[in-house]
Each structure stands twice: as C-alpha cells, then as structure tokens.
C-alpha cells in the first residue's frame, strides 16, 4: 500500500499516476507493464514512484484496490436498489445482470479485471487477487448470511461453499461475455445480446437447486402419491 510520502502528494499528480498506471497495468498486466511509461504519463520521474509506493507489486495491488473500490460503491448503491431481503436467488439473478451490465459499460474496469485474472506472474496474481477477493467477501457474505438466516438457503447450506461458488461466477460474468475464448459452454464466447441474461438464470437456477429450500408438497399433491 502506498507510503507516507503518497499522502502528501498534491492530489492532481496522484490522479496522474493512478490513470496512468490503471491504463498500463490494463493494457499490458503486471509482468509487461512498465514503470517507465507510467511515470512518463503521470508526468514524474521513475524514482518518485519508489518514493509513492515500495516496488511496482505494491503499485499494482493499490491500482487493484482503486478500481476494486469503484466497482464496490457502485454495487453496493444497485444491491440497495434491488433490496437484499427479497428471496435471494431472484435477488442475485438481478444482480448478475446489472454485474455484467457494468462492465459493459466500463471497458477500463474490465481491463484491470482481465488483468488480475490472466496475470502469469504468481506473486503478483496472488497479492492483486488477494484485494479484489476481501472486496468479493466483505460484499458477498452479509448478504448469504443474511439469506441463510431468513429461510432462503437450506438450514444444513455450506454457506462456505456457496460463497466460494460466487467467487468463480461474479468475475467469469464480469470478462467472458467480452473475452472470446473464457465460456464456449453457456454461449458466451460469441454472445448475442440475450445470451449474458441467459446464461446468468442458468447459473443461479444451478446455485438455487443446491442451496434453496425444498417447498414442502400441496395437499392434492401428497394424496396422488
């Protein structure tokens, strides 16, 4: 994370290097990325960024933090919208959609999300990955457990387990519709407009046979047995 030295930094010039740095590290990852072009862009010297921060992972991971946060507060308002305590898997199918819809949107967000995610560099993958994913849970887990508490999850539900299924979903949904080659199954490696919707209420309909609440049989039901 950035040093002391990052706070005292007129506020435009740290803006210049968070754009700068945003736009190579998205471009390129953090093995191709360059330092230098990033200085060259922001308008400072190489050496102040050693001064900003302790070597170019710590860079990358605070770039990761940034664009993680941008996505967090605009989900978190659209998860406000679309109130959490209506059943949870209806709620999660409209909050898929909007998932996708923003990184539609926001081409530099998803940039930096394809970078994590095919960054061949372990230590790195590992220390950006590590900050999306403590933004993942900390939005992610009030909400199942909130679920669970309700009756909209089974009593005996791996909540763990779930959770961890909505790590591999939410950032598939966020690059495959746009990044040929991640999904040939559900359509998504060449997706018509519709396909992202469909392919959304196929997973949820799979997450909800594991984890929702078997509806007890009418009356007439039970009689025709």
């Known amino acids: 994370m950035p040093t002391v030295t990052w706070a005292r930094v007129d506020p435009a010039r740290r803006a210049a290097v968070i754009e700068a740095a945003e736009a190579e590290f998205g471009a390129h990852g953090f093995s191709r990325g360059s330092l230098n072009v990033i200085a060259r862009k922001a308008g400072v010297a190489k050496g102040s960024l050693f001064q900003y921060f302790a070597d170019k992972r710590d860079l990358y991971a605070f770039i990761a933090d940034v664009g993680s946060q941008r996505v967090r507060t605009y989900m978190e308002a659209r998860i406000r919208e679309l109130d959490p305590s209506r059943p949870f898997f209806e709620f999660l199918t409209d909050l898929l959609d909007d998932w996708v819809a923003y990184f539609a949107e926001h081409p530099r967000e998803r940039s930096l999300h394809a970078a994590a995610s095919f960054e061949v560099d372990a230590e790195a993958r590992v220390s950006v990955r590590s900050v999306i994913h403590r933004h993942y849970l900390e939005v992610l887990r009030p909400l199942v457990r909130d679920a669970h508490a309700r009756g909209d999850l089974r009593a005996d539900s791996d909540t763990d387990a779930l959770l961890s299924l909505l790590l591999l979903i939410f950032p598939h949904l966020a690059l495959a519709p746009y990044v040929r080659g991640m999904d040939p199954v559900l359509g998504l490696d060449e997706p018509t407009p519709e396909q992202p919707a469909l ?23 039970v009689k025709t047995r």
């Not at 392919?199 to 039901?221: C, D, I, S, T, Y």
């Open 199 to 221: 392919a959304v209420r196929r997973l949820v309909a799979v997450l909800a046979a594991a984890f929702q609440p078997q509806k007890a049989p009418r009356p007439e039901e």
